[in-house]
C-alpha cells in the first residue's frame, strides 16, 4: 500500500498515543487557540500519576457542561454546589482568577490541574475555594517527588521508584484496557446470538 502523496518517506508520526492522557489535551491548542502549542498533562505535571491526571481529566470533562475543553462561571458554580462548598459570585470570580494565566475568565484543563498542583504544594489557603474545590473532589493529590529527598542518593532511589511504578500503571492500564475489550467483544457476541434468535 503506498503512502499518500505529502506523507510518502516521512516514517510513523511522532507523539503519544491518542487516546493516552499525555496524547490529550482539553482545552488547549483548540479551535480559536491561536495555534498555541499542544498541551500535555503527563509531560508537564510529572508529579501527578497517570491515574491521577485520568481522574482529573474525568471530573473536568464532568463539570464541562458546554464540552468546549472550558469551566466557565456557571459551570464552576455548578460544580461547588454539587461538591457541597457553594460559593458567592465574588468568590466564583477569585477562584478562577487564582488560576487564570491566560486572563480568560474560565478555566482551561491546564488551569484546572495548576489547582491540584498548588493544593499538593500546601499553597492553597484553607479558607479559599480552590482549597475547598480540591479538598471535595476526592483526587489523592499526595505526591512522592524529590522534593522530600535528603540527599543525591534517596532522590535517585526515589526516581527509580517513581520510573518503575510509571510502569506498573502502564502495565496494568494495558490489562485494564484488554479486560474491557474482551467484555466488549462478548457483549456483542451476546447481542448478534440475541438478535440472530428475533430474526428466524
Known amino acids: 500500500a503506498e503512502e499518500p502523496e505529502g506523507r510518502r518517506g516521512r ?13 490529550r489535551a482539553v482545552g488547549e491548542g483548540s479551535p480559536g487557540g491561536g495555534g498555541r502549542r499542544v498541551f500535555s498533562p503527563a509531560g508537564e505535571f510529572r508529579e501527578f500519576s497517570r491515574r491521577q491526571l485520568r481522574d482529573m481529566e474525568r471530573l473536568f470533562r464532568q463539570y464541562d457542561a458546554g464540552k468546549d475543553g472550558f469551566i466557565d462561571l456557571m459551570e ?3 460544580m461547588m454546589e454539587k461538591l457541597g462548598a457553594p460559593q458567592t ?49 476526592e483526587i489523592d493529590v499526595s505526591t512522592e517527588g524529590v522534593k522530600g529527598a535528603k540527599n543525591f542518593f ?43 434468535t428475533f430474526t428466524q
Do not use: C, T, W, Y
Not at 104 to 118: G, M, N, Q, T, V
Not at 166 to 191: T, Y
Open 89 to 137: 459570585h465574588l468568590g466564583l470570580k477569585n477562584m478562577i482568577k487564582e488560576v487564570d494565566e491566560d486572563l480568560d475568565s474560565k478555566l482551561s484543563f491546564r488551569e484546572f490541574l495548576l489547582i491540584f498542583r498548588k493544593a499538593a504544594a500546601g499553597e492553597l489557603q484553607e479558607d479559599s475555594g480552590l482549597h475547598a474545590l480540591a479538598r471535595l473532589s
Open 76 to 78: 464552576l458554580k455548578l
Open 11 to 23: 516514517g510513523p508520526r511522532p507523539g503519544p498515543a491518542p487516546g493516552s492522557p499525555a496524547g
Open 154 to 196: 534517596e532522590a535517585k532511589a526515589q526516581a527509580i521508584n517513581e520510573a518503575s511504578r510509571f510502569e506498573e500503571e502502564i502495565k496494568a492500564e494495558q490489562e485494564e484496557k484488554k479486560k474491557q475489550a474482551e467484555e466488549l467483544k462478548q457483549r456483542k457476541a451476546a447481542f448478534k446470538e440475541l438478535q440472530s
